[in-house]
Structure formats: structure tokens, C-alpha cells
């Protein structure tokens, strides 16, 4: 399967600040998604990725706080906007292999915390 | 009502023992079953895919029954190692992407 990374690993912000999270998938993949893990909390779906035009944003997420980019099949970024201490969170970028693949892979994760 | 609902435990469980954990969906149509593995600071990753007809990966059971919307995970011959959250996931209908239970928390004691 494909390798994923992401950059940063971690970061420490202050409040009013953003940060950019790069992902990076080392072979061409359909679809890309960003999550958001709270602490003590499940995954949650921001938005997908799509490649060459504007990302679909889930109910409760908005391109302002969230912008998204995805210029190729292999590369994405997320940037967190404006951010506020209730942004302190585990960022994950996955992505969906083959065409018709069912399975979904993680990248390792960005946590962040936001002082 | 959450879309995927699991009992967040945790379960302690001694060494060998045998648990079972379950997963109730909200969306009739979903069409795709798994249980991923979540380890204390890092990534899910998918533990096994869940069909109707039920599968086995050594010591690991899932099962489906769609007509009580209901998905189980049944883990023989416990080992540390197995201590892990256990997510639930569900690809509902006409989507890509991947609905997330709250995961259920395993702990493997000597």
C-alpha cells in the first residue's frame, strides 16, 4: 500500500495564528479527506479533498476556518485559520487507493495545540 | 443519534480471555463494515473488513447483521499487545469517506 506522511508532526500555536499541515501520499490516490480527532473523541470528517478544484466541506466545517488545496493526486494541504484554543486537536489526512478500492489509510497525524 | 454507536469501556480483561465488542449503525443503506485498531497516539489502521457472511483473521471474528443494523468484533486468546482502542466504521451510502464510532477501549492485563 502507499506511504503517507505529514508535516508537521506537532505543532504549539498561539491563539489568532494558522497553521498549514502538509500531506503527502508517495503514489497517485482517488480521493483524500481530512479528519479532526479531539482529545478523547472519534474521528471526524472535515472536508474532501479534491484534486484541481474546491474541497466539500462537511456540516459544521467552512472553507474560512478550513481552506484546503489539492494540486495534484498526491499532495494536499490544510491549513487551520484563525485558530482558537478549541482547534487543539489531532489533524489526520487519508486517502482512498485504486479506483474502487474500499479500504482507507491515515497518515500519522498532526496534533496541535493552540495556547 | 450518533451515526455509529459503540460502548466506549474500557474492558479489562485478563491474559487469554475472550471478548466481544459491539456496534450498532443508523443508516440502513451503508454498505461497507469495518473495524479499525487505534493505538494510544497515532493512526488508525484498519484491523479487518466486516461481511455479511461474517469473516475470520486468526483470532479475530467480525459479523454483520444488517437487519438489526448491528456489527460485533470477537477477540479469542487475548494478548497485551491487543490493548488498543477498537473503532467502528461504516461507509454510508453514496459516500467515500469513512463514519467513525467513538471506539471502544481494550485493556490487556497479565
Known amino acids: 500500500s502507499a506511504v503517507i506522511s505529514q508535516k508537521p508532526s506537532r505543532d504549539i500555536c498561539q491563539r489568532g495564528t494558522s497553521l498549514t499541515i502538509q500531506c503527502q501520499v508517495d503514489s497517485q490516490v482517488t480521493m483524500m479527506f481530512w479528519y479532526r480527532q479531539q482529545p478523547g473523541q472519534s474521528l471526524t470528517l472535515i472536508a474532501t479533498?479534491?484534486?484541481?478544484?474546491?474541497?466539500?466541506?462537511e456540516s459544521g466545517f467552512v472553507i474560512d476556518k478550513f481552506p484546503i488545496s489539492r494540486p495534484n493526486l498526491t499532495f494536499s494541504t490544510l491549513t487551520v485559520s484563525n485558530m482558537s484554543p478549541e482547534d487543539s486537536s489531532i489533524y489526520l489526512c487519508?486517502?482512498?487507493?485504486?479506483?474502487?478500492?474500499?479500504?482507507?489509510?491515515f497518515g500519522p497525524g498532526t496534533r496541535l495545540t493552540v495556547l | 443519534r450518533k451515526e455509529v454507536e459503540q460502548d466506549p469501556g474500557p474492558f479489562n480483561v485478563p491474559e487469554g480471555a475472550t471478548v466481544a465488542f459491539n456496534c450498532t449503525y443508523s443508516n440502513s443503506a451503508s454498505q461497507s463494515f469495518f473495524w479499525y485498531r487505534q493505538d494510544c497516539r497515532k493512526e488508525p489502521k484498519l484491523l479487518m473488513s466486516?461481511?455479511?457472511s461474517g469473516n475470520e483473521d486468526g483470532r479475530f471474528t467480525a459479523q454483520l447483521n444488517r437487519a438489526s443494523q448491528y456489527i460485533s468484533l470477537l477477540i479469542r486468546d487475548s494478548k497485551l499487545s491487543d490493548s488498543a482502542t477498537y473503532l467502528c466504521v461504516v461507509r454510508p451510502s453514496g459516500r467515500r469517506a469513512l463514519t467513525f464510532g467513538s471506539g471502544t477501549r481494550l485493556q490487556v492485563q497479565p
Open positions: 466486516v461481511y455479511s
Open positions: 487519508s486517502f482512498l487507493g485504486l479506483a474502487g478500492a474500499d479500504t482507507q489509510y
Open positions: 479533498a479534491n484534486q484541481g478544484s474546491e474541497a466539500t466541506y
